[in-house]
């Protein structure tokens, strides 16, 4: 399985930015799907979780409001709609599939003790 990330890029304070991460297979058996960010000297977080079973969604709370992830099942395709950037989102940002964990638990633990199957190569994100 591989994830291609893209979409990242500068942008100002209060702009937007979509995320996309291709799989390439059916992302229907990959169970959950999430996006993580990880700003330089701190651990990775995770910022959006989604089930794929059913597509309920979850969010940390420092992005709740303003992001909103997706899914096109059709394009095997994971989304993270980015509204009102502010400086502290700024991150290198990763989709994951497999995640062997509860997913309405997923953003509410450290990343480092998640099980997760794959991995995107990652894309920045920078707001200033």
């Known amino acids: 399985v591989q994830l291609v990330e893209s979409g990242g890029g500068l942008v100002q304070a209060g702009g937007s930015l979509n995320l996309s991460c291709a799989a390439t297979?059916?992302?229907?058996?990959?169970?959950?799907m999430g996006w993580f960010r990880q700003a330089p000297g701190k651990e990775r977080e995770a910022v959006a979780s989604i089930y794929t079973v059913d597509g309920s969604t979850y969010y940390a709370d420092s992005v709740k409001g303003r992001f909103t992830i997706s899914r096109d099942d059709a394009e095997n395709t994971l989304y993270l709609q980015m509204n009102n950037l502010k400086p502290d989102d700024t991150a290198m940002y990763y989709c994951?599939?497999?995640?062997?964990?509860?997913?309405?638990?997923?953003?509410?633990?450290?990343?480092?003790?998640?099980?997760?199957?794959?991995w995107g190569q990652g894309t920045q994100v920078t707001v200033s």
């Open positions: 297979v059916n992302s229907n058996n990959l169970n959950c």
């Open positions: 994951a599939a497999g995640i062997n964990y509860p997913p309405e638990d997923i953003v509410l633990v450290p990343a480092s003790t998640l099980d997760i199957d794959h």
